[in-house]
């Protein structure tokens, strides 16, 4: 679907919200902090906002953010784990703002991390950028997931291929999803103004995962580091506009 002017100036407010809660968890993440204590300061920044998360209650989820620790992909349920130093932690949040959404996601190491570490989060972020890249009219919505894939396996690492992004507007979650790799067609072609969600997966080891029995972390199935990026990303005449920066 594509969004007009002011339902774009409404996902740019959301996805300011976004990148504040960001910057407030990043400066809050340090060893001897528990996640429920970032969650605590991300509900924050709703509230003074005015605006609500688009994560807690989603399917029963009970917070604002979710925040995944070293082997953790994604969907980690914030609570009395306590970050220590040499620890990565990736936080994904999201915001509503007049009935429109904005997610973005983020891994952050704690103190000093290993330079294993250092390079995934460096090469996942990077892989997240070459996929934005492609997000120019005309071209095709799986060019980014190749563009993701090329990336990230070109450093030796692989993609989760269960957990992808997706198009983004007045919910969370809507179609087209947009893949971390190529899936063999090319999708869509991209037009001005499609809004999607780009997030990155991407594990030091094999791309299998796991699910803990909450039912909500995913681990990967090997017990080696992940790391998880994303935006939310317009189409525009020109080029890609990330919606979920500081304003």
Known sequence: MRRNRDEIAKM????????????????????GVTTADLDKVAREVLERRHARS???????FPAVICASPNDMIVHGIPGDYRLEEGDIISIDCGAIIEGYHGD??????????SSEAEKLLRVTEDSLRAGIDQMVEGRRLHDIGLAVQTVAEGAGYSVVREYVGHAIGTRMHEEPQVPN??????GPKLKEGMVFAVEPMVNAGGPETRTLP???GVVTADGR????????????DDGPEVLTVPG
Not at 18 to 29: F, G, S, Y
Not at 54 to 60: K, V
Not at 181 to 186: A, E, K, V
Request: hydrophobic share 40%.
């Open 12 to 31: 740019r407010r959301a996805g300011r919200v976004v990148a504040e809660m960001h910057e407030v968890t990043r400066l809050a993440a340090r060893p």
């Open 54 to 60: 688009n994560f807690l209650g989603y399917h029963g």
């Open 104 to 113: 973005a996601a983020y891994t952050m190491g704690i103190g000093e991390i």
């Open 181 to 186: 790799y190529w899936p063999g067609t090319p």
């Open 214 to 216: 909450d039912g909500w």
């Open 225 to 236: 580091l992940s790391a998880h990026f994303e935006h939310t990303i317009v189409v525009t």
